[in-house]
């Protein structure tokens, strides 16, 4: 047998020519892969129908029913003196505007509880609006308009289809009669669905059509900031010490690990921290953006921390020693060269835990940021509350106007957060330097 020969052959204890162990450890990588493709495509999916839940839910809330009614601003009821007194025409009992224009669509309906249910078509805060028409324009006093007027949640909800005539009357709010109103008012082109901006410009509600989500927007704001202020330079300033004056013995080791440890306690344990010492304690005000933004910082401070310590690990020495070469101090080295370096990874790590903040809802719970707000907040001490909260409150409410509302709020908050950290990312790659 030639030595070409010899070589082409098997030897004995190989599979085609390779030995049992080798191809063993093949067939263990193939599946590895295959378990991580398979726990990626697993957890894509678990994503995708969240988001698609999320979204097929919460999407009609960007959307309004309204009914076009002719509304008459009899001066009788508005202003009966023709002062035009700005206090009159506050205080004017514009309800009876709306019902009288539905009622003349509907000259039929004469008895008194038949009425009641069908001025219930409109919205029980029409008269609001109508009252800002006339404070902003009183010549329309005595004149004749059409106006777009917001529409109950129940014949918004029919209208969106949640519920048709197929269901058994006994199981929807919008009973047959309120259905034939409905249609009637269609057919004349008096039914509208428009974008939802009340959505986005009122404060909660206990009415679902008349629930909006600004005042909870604002009140994340002033939280917010409120954080960013405490937290970010502390936490940087904290980090620059550590990292690179303090001496390193036992202290520095167990400040170390007692920030390491603060990073994975439960988040209510800070809110629980909030209502021991900042409201039962120093008295701070109850449910003010000020208190949940101090409780919000000493949360987000451990991430703040971590994160620019790894920043400044990631600064070359040789930078150091060239700064000190020539002749700066310690304190013009970190602050001329070192922190402007480190500035990518200390902004993503802020900005990250900035949005975890933004998201908290259990601390906020415990210093009492669960309160019913109609206002919209005018500043860090004024009582409020914030958009994670405000879904909290709404989610547990029965009526199904406010579900699809608990989704619209859900869809803006993880608006916001995937825009915190595209900004994060656009802050990195913006100012990372490579070595």
Do not use: C
């Amino acid at each position: 047998m030639t030595d070409a020969t010899q070589a082409a052959t098997p030897t004995a204890g190989t599979v085609d020519g390779r030995s049992p162990g080798l191809a063993a450890r093949h067939r263990a990588e193939r599946r590895f892969r295959a378990y991580g493709i398979l726990a990626v495509g697993t957890a894509v999916a678990v994503l995708l129908w969240l988001m698609i839940t999320i979204i097929g839910t919460g999407y009609s809330a960007f959307v309004q029913t309204e009914i076009r009614l002719d509304i008459h601003f009899d001066a009788e009821v508005i202003d009966p003196d023709g002062t035009r007194d700005a206090e009159v025409l506050r205080t004017a009992n514009y309800a009876v505007l709306y019902r009288r224009a539905i009622e003349k669509l509907f000259p039929e309906v004469r008895k008194r509880r038949d009425k009641r249910q069908l001025r219930r078509l409109v919205s029980s805060g029409a008269d609001v609006a109508l009252r800002s028409i006339v404070i902003d324009d009183p010549d329309i006093i005595g004149t004749t308009r059409e106006i777009w007027l917001t529409a109950s949640d129940d014949l918004d909800q029919f209208h969106k289809g949640k519920y048709g005539v197929d269901t058994p009357e006994d199981e929807r709010p919008f009973k047959d009669r309120e259905v034939a109103w409905y249609e009637r008012l269609a057919a004349d082109g008096r039914i509208e669905a428009n974008f939802n901006t009340t959505l986005f410009s009122a404060g909660a509600s206990r009415e679902a059509e008349q629930a909006g989500i600004w005042g909870a927007i604002v009140g994340s704001f002033w939280t917010m900031l409120v954080t960013l202020l405490l937290s970010f330079p502390v936490g940087v300033s904290a980090a620059v010490y550590l990292e690179e004056f303090a001496p390193k013995n036992r202290w520095t080791d167990l400040i170390e690990v007692n920030i390491n440890n603060l990073a994975a306690v439960p988040s209510i344990v800070f809110g629980l921290l909030g209502l021991a010492v900042f409201l039962n304690f120093f008295g701070l005000p109850r449910s003010a953006p000020l208190v949940g933004g101090i409780v919000l910082a000493l949360m987000t401070l451990p991430t703040i921390i971590i994160a620019t310590r790894a920043a400044l690990k990631a600064v070359p020495p040789s930078i150091r020693e060239a700064a000190l070469g020539v002749g700066a101090s310690q304190v013009q080295t970190v602050t001329h060269h070192v922190l402007p370096l480190a500035l990518p990874g200390i902004l993503t790590g802020t900005i990250i835990g900035m949005a975890q903040a933004l998201g908290e809802t259990a601390p906020l719970l415990m210093i009492g940021m669960v309160a019913f707000i109609v206002d919209i907040p005018g500043g860090p001490l004024s009582p409020s509350t914030v958009l994670p909260v405000q879904i909290f409150l709404w989610s547990d409410l029965p009526e199904r106007a406010f579900a699809e509302r608990t989704g619209a709020a859900i869809i803006v908050l993880l608006g916001f957060l995937v825009i915190m950290n595209l900004l994060a990312v656009l802050l990195r790659k913006r100012f990372e330097r490579r070595w």
